[in-house]
């Protein structure tokens, strides 16, 4: 049990730091100062991977971190929020469908329109941009939607090559 528990901590370190990676290695720029990025791919993998709990705080550490190192601080604590809701949704959604493929589907969209609603209620309520935080509604909806197939498709190949099984880490 104990093996366990240090293993899925390792995991989740690897997939916060892989999270932090995959939102850094690819950024294009929005007209919002902001930009989309890989890292919704391993925010809902780490969901799917790890659980709510573990996979929660591997997406929200991963993905604050990127606000914290690359000048967006101020969206560092929604940011946070934002992707660990994500990540939890993600998982609890999966296994409330049983696993099955279109459970998987059907999370990540749930947990993309966490994204996006999460962000324009943060922009909007606390820092204070009203309804221009609409502004970045597409941005974050070409983000959600390249989040979720690129995820869909990893989550898929690891799968298949049964390294999950493996390792006895999926929830």
Same mark, same amino acid.
């Given at each position: 049990?104990?093996?366990?528990?240090?293993?899925? *901590?390792?995991?989740?370190?690897?997939?916060?730091?892989?999270?932090?990676?995959?939102?850094?290695?690819?950024?294009? $720029?929005?007209?919002?100062?902001?930009?989309?990025? +890989?890292?919704?791919?391993?925010?809902?993998?780490?969901?799917?991977?790890?659980? $709510?709990?573990?996979? %929660?705080?591997?997406?929200?550490?991963?993905?604050?971190?990127?606000? +914290? +190192?690359?000048?967006?601080?101020?969206?560092?604590?929604?940011?946070?929020?934002? #992707?660990?809701?994500?990540?939890?949704?993600?998982?609890?959604?999966? #296994?409330?469908?049983?696993? #099955? $493929?279109?459970?998987?589907?059907?999370?990540?969209?749930?947990?993309?329109?966490?994204?996006?609603?999460?962000?324009?209620?943060?922009?909007? *309520?606390?820092?204070?941009? %009203?309804?221009?935080?609409?502004?970045?509604? $597409?941005?974050?909806?070409?983000?959600?939607?390249?989040? +979720?197939?690129? %995820?869909?498709? *990893?989550?898929?190949?690891? #799968?298949?090559?049964?390294?999950?099984?493996?390792?006895?880490?999926?929830?």
């Amino acid at each position: 049990m104990k093996n366990h528990r240090v293993r899925k *901590l390792v995991f989740a370190a690897l997939m916060a730091a892989l999270t932090y990676v995959a939102t850094m290695v690819i950024q294009i $720029p929005s007209p919002m100062q902001g930009y989309v990025n +890989l890292g919704d791919c391993c925010v809902l993998l780490s969901g799917w991977i790890l659980g $709510p709990w573990w996979g %929660g705080a591997a997406a929200g550490v991963g993905s604050m971190l990127t606000d +914290l +190192l690359n000048g967006y601080a101020h969206y560092a604590p929604g940011t946070f929020v934002i #992707k660990g809701c994500m990540a939890i949704a993600a998982a609890l959604l999966a #296994k409330a469908m049983a696993h #099955k $493929p279109v459970g998987y589907v059907v999370s990540g969209v749930v947990a993309e329109l966490i994204m996006v609603a999460g962000y324009f209620g943060y922009a909007a *309520l606390l820092l204070g941009k %009203g309804i221009g935080a609409a502004a970045s509604i $597409p941005g974050n909806l070409v983000q959600a939607v390249m989040g +979720l197939a690129i %995820g869909l498709i *990893l989550f898929t190949l690891l #799968k298949r090559s049964k390294a999950l099984d493996k390792l006895a880490l999926q929830c």
